[in-house]
């Protein structure tokens, strides 16, 4: 799996898995029970990671979308 995105924004990454599902890209997001951890202050960045195999589709898909893809 390789990072596309990371970012504390929730409504980003939730619009970004949208965005790749709607594509028929699996994402997968990291770092979600982190904040049991941070107080759900929002702190600790979540990861959205893809297959390497849908890196590059996956990437074009979000910076078409206005998305700063990590990189």
Request: glycine fraction near 8%.
């Amino acid at each position: 799996m390789k990072q596309l995105l990371r970012t504390n924004d929730p409504t980003a990454i939730a619009f970004a898995q949208a965005l790749l599902q709607g594509e028929g890209i699996d994402c997968f997001e990291m770092d979600v029970n982190m904040s049991i951890l941070e107080g759900s202050i929002g702190i600790f960045p979540r990861r959205l990671m893809v297959a390497e195999s849908d890196y590059w589709p996956a990437r074009r898909v979000l910076e078409d979308n206005g998305f700063d893809v990590d990189g």
